[in-house]
């Protein structure tokens, strides 16, 4: 595989300079999977417009989807940003490497969430419909179905999107989740 550099600012058009000018102002710094994406014109702002659109899912729910299916893919990146962000909205180590497992013994409704998560990525789409099942008597609903499919979708872009370049980790890394649940 070749090797894929993490564009700076001058390498980018002048849409995706914006955006890192953007970004930088939000975040203090441009993460280098945005800055990845920004090797094509209009995927980065396409990616950012996917993953912050209005969802029936709060940003603790989402991180829930994020971890999991990090997980499965064995996503190194995303497990790092997604293991800070989950501390930004309230999990703690232990919660955070559970809910990488697909599981969340500490709340019924994150545990249904955490396990369809793991199991529409595992399964590419075609959930098991006891844990479908479980999701909705949980308390979950069909529109929360439809946007954690979404949001599944969108976690796997980023995903592959590591996989493929190797870009570095610019996160603190996550546990390996072998050496922590041990």
């Known amino acids: 595989m070749s090797t894929f550099n993490v564009p700076t600012r001058e390498e980018v058009s002048s849409n995706n300079q914006a955006i890192f000018d953007n970004l930088k102002s939000k975040l203090g710094f441009v993460p280098n999977l945005y800055a990845t994406y920004a090797h094509s014109e209009n995927a980065l702002g396409n990616y950012l417009a996917l993953s912050g659109a209005k969802t029936s899912l709060s940003a603790k729910e989402k991180e829930v989807v994020n971890l999991a299916v990090s997980q499965v893919n064995n996503c190194e990146y995303c497990l790092a940003a997604h293991t800070a962000i989950g501390k930004m909205n309230g999990f703690n180590d232990e919660q955070i490497l559970e809910i990488r497992t697909g599981s969340a013994s500490f709340d019924t409704k994150t ?24 999701f909705f008597d949980a308390g979950y609903n069909k529109e929360n179905l439809v946007d954690t499919i979404v949001l599944v979708g969108d976690k796997t872009i980023s995903n592959y999107l590591h996989s493929t370049t190797q870009i570095p980790v610019d996160f603190p890394a996550a546990p390996a989740l072998e050496t922590a649940l041990v």
């Open 111 to 134: 545990n249904a969430l955490a396990a369809l998560a793991k199991n529409i990525t595992e399964n590419r789409g075609r959930a098991d419909e006891s844990v479908v099942n479980n």
